[in-house]
């Protein structure tokens, strides 16, 4: 089973979770940073760790990895969102940028209301295929991604009976 990799994604939830827009730019900046490295570390983790549990494993991770180097520039999820800012990040302490709004007011349009609301933020990446998207909707897709060819790794070396 790819269980490293596995407990990697379950730390990844567990940052996502921790992710909100606040007021200290810093603190959200650093928790945006540790959550974009451990979605890259799934990868590493899944290569350098999981392929040891047997050479069915080896075998399945390995051609899984040729396949996504093949299909380069997607899925885009991988390629233009785990890999690319993980690298931005981690290289340049860069990345897409990430947008944070302050919102204090509503007004409704129809009547023209103006309602104080509580200090609330809003963030969005910009840049790149997710631009103008949140940046935890994009994070949880990543997560999703990540599953899914977790089970289909796991899934061909059940079939395969190695």
Not at 42 to 54: I, N, Q, S
Request: glycine fraction near 6%; charge should be negative.
């Amino acid at each position: 089973m790819t269980r490293v990799a596995r407990q990697v994604v379950r730390d990844c939830e567990l940052s996502v979770d921790e992710l909100e827009p606040q007021e200290d730019a810093r603190i959200w900046r650093l928790r945006w940073v540790a959550t974009v490295t451990l979605l890259r570390a799934v990868g590493h983790v899944l290569e350098k760790v999981d392929t040891d549990v047997r050479p069915a494993y080896r075998k399945s991770i390995d051609a899984w990895w040729q396949n996504l180097k093949a299909m380069k520039p997607e899925p885009a999820i991988f390629w233009s969102f785990i890999d690319l800012e993980r690298n931005s990040i981690l290289k340049e302490y860069g990345g897409h940028g990430v947008h944070i709004a302050e919102t204090r007011i509503r007004i409704a349009l129809a009547t023209g209301e103006r309602m104080d609301l509580p200090r609330t933020f809003q963030t969005a990446i910009e840049g790149g295929p997710f631009d103008g998207r949140n940046q935890t909707e994009v994070v949880r897709e990543a997560i999703s991604w990540w599953r899914r060819q977790l089970d289909e790794i796991d899934a061909t070396v059940r079939e395969t009976g190695h």
